[in-house]
């Protein structure tokens, strides 16, 4: 029979093999992110691909090509405020970065 401090010992275990397992994903998931941000005619073509069309629109002045249409706030700004920058217009869908999804703002 398991002793309650061995009870805890596993649990502790467990939680910090699913911790390190969350980070792994999100390290994941940013590089790949970041390995798109690095090649716009990577975006483009994983932009076509996925169903969409690359168009220009106007986004806050700090915003690079291909926002997160997903989101509420990279193209939300004021002219006055706002740049040209390539984007992803996947109709019904939205563009999460890497590909045109369900769901989102639109």
């Known amino acids: 029979m398991l002793e309650c401090g061995n009870v805890m010992k596993i649990k502790d275990i467990l939680i910090i093999i699913l911790i390190i397992a969350l980070l792994v994903i999100v390290a994941g998931v940013g590089y790949l992110i970041y390995q798109f941000q690095q090649n716009p005619k990577q975006l483009e073509r994983a932009c076509i691909n996925s169903g969409g ?3 220009m629109a106007n986004c806050c ?3 690079s090509d291909f926002p ?3 989101l ?3 193209c939300g700004c004021s002219p006055d405020h706002s740049k040209q920058v390539k984007t ?3 109709g019904d869908k939205c563009w999460n970065g890497i590909k045109c999804v369900k769901g989102g703002i639109k």
């Open 53 to 55: 069309t690359v168009t």
């Open 61 to 63: 002045q700090l915003t």
């Open 68 to 70: 997160n249409s997903c």
């Open 72 to 74: 509420i706030g990279a």
């Open 88 to 90: 992803c217009d996947c």
